[in-house]
């Protein structure tokens, strides 16, 4: 009976955590609306399902483990969304009805993902930091863990010819192009027809920008929730008896090195090109969060600064994150002096914040009025080839040289 009652109470979880998931979804494109309302979504994986734990799609109903369900909406609410709307996206583009009549399944399924992955993109209005580090991989031969990053759905169910059902799904994607554009807004970059803009390490020059960014760990006790071990049933009867009162067991903790602190300055005088500013963030932003390389509990300040302090954001989680990069204002257009960031800095430590400060990062030329004493942390500016001046560059920054390419 008690076993009976905990399957009930992780089952309504799980549809909980479904609706929020759909929620999500709805609010970032209204028109995925009547789609959602139409499909059929279970918490369980059907029986010819090979691959435990994998989500999966015949077209007609959408299967989700239940296990895996909970333990992403708590790592990551996000990328459940992306994955769930990577699944509409293979509908959409008739995936499932055009497998019966292929014969190399692996290879065309492969390229079923990455053609699934660029619609969703589309309708998502965001480049995929996560994506585009995958082709990379795949590129360079590393398919197992390209796999990781892009291949998140069984495609167990497909292969079933259905005309009529292939002709829905068409139908709801042409409406979906024309209406589901999230907000009604794109981000920079994001339209059709776009010239992609990336920022790479520029050839010859030294430096990794991930391990730069690993560098500014540290170890420090990480709260966390063992997915194994934590009774959702008594979290839900704790809603239930009390009404918001949650019974909860105690939570684990263990050691891990990642970012509790970090700056990033921005140049925003008058050489500030602000779409160069914003794929220098994405791409820190994807960096950090693919890598997982902040703690849950994190500081970043992003200061915005030409000769004088003109914009300090703190952020402090993920979404904070995501909403800035998507209403990212760029203040500035004055000459550049580089000590007010450093003044700021040590503003806030002496306040309190940036306790565990190893690093900081300033995307900028160069050109300006540097600080007379060395910081007791590292300084890495993050220059664009051919667009920086080091003449007066004092020996304790460190360069990062990055190389702007296009791809249409």
């Not at 900081?360 to 160069?366: A, S, V, W």
């Not at 664009?384 to 791809?407: A, C, N, T, Y």
Request: charged share 35%.
């Amino acid at each position: 009976m008690e076993k009976r009652r905990e399957k009930d109470s992780k089952d309504s979880l799980e549809q909980e955590i479904l609706e929020l998931v759909r929620l999500k979804l709805y609010q970032r494109m209204r028109g995925l609306g009547p789609l959602l309302g139409a499909l059929e979504f279970r918490t369980e994986a059907p029986k010819r399902a090979e691959e435990k734990g994998r989500f999966c799609t015949d077209g007609k109903i959408f299967y989700l483990d239940g296990k895996r369900l909970r333990a992403e909406f708590l790592e990551d609410s996000g990328r459940l969304c992306l994955e769930l709307l990577h699944m509409l996206c293979h509908c959409l583009l008739g995936h499932p009805y055009q497998a019966w009549r292929v014969e190399n399944r692996r290879e065309w399924e492969r390229e079923c993902d990455r053609q699934a992955w660029r619609l969703v993109e589309k309708l998502w209005g965001a480049l995929l930091p996560f994506r585009k580090e995958a082709e990379r991989l795949l590129e360079e031969g590393r398919e197992e863990e390209a796999a990781a990053l892009l291949f998140v759905d069984s495609h167990d169910g497909w292969g079933r010819r259905d005309d009529r059902q292939a002709a829905w799904w068409q139908g709801q994607g042409e409406r979906l192009l024309k209406n589901g554009t999230p907000k009604g807004k794109r981000k920079a970059g994001a339209h059709a027809g776009y010239r992609e803009r990336r920022l790479v390490p520029a050839a010859g020059e030294r430096g990794d920008y991930r391990e730069i960014l690993k560098g500014f760990s540290s170890w420090r006790e990480n709260v966390r929730v063992s997915q194994e071990e934590f009774q959702y049933s008594w979290y839900v009867y704790g809603l239930q008896l009390y009404g918001n009162l949650p019974l909860l067991e105690p939570l684990e903790y263990s050691e891990d090195r990642k970012i509790s602190d970090l700056v990033i300055a921005i140049d925003t005088s008058g050489s500030c090109e602000k779409e160069l500013v914003q794929v220098f963030l994405e791409e820190t932003r994807g960096i950090l969060l693919q890598e997982q390389l902040f703690f849950r509990r994190f500081c970043l300040h992003i200061l915005q600064c030409d000769n004088r302090i003109q914009k300090d954001d703190c952020i402090r989680s993920r979404e904070e994150f995501e909403d800035y990069l998507e209403n990212l204002t760029i203040r500035g257009g004055g000459g550049t002096d580089f000590r007010p960031v450093f003044q700021r800095i040590e503003e806030l430590r002496r306040g309190g914040e940036l306790g565990g400060l190893r690093g900081i990062l300033y995307f900028t030329d160069g050109c300006g009025r540097y600080p007379e004493e060395e910081p007791d942390y590292q300084v890495w500016f993050v220059m664009l080839q051919g667009h920086f001046d080091v003449i007066d560059m004092p020996g304790w920054i460190h360069r990062l040289v990055l190389e702007e390419k296009r791809r249409t």
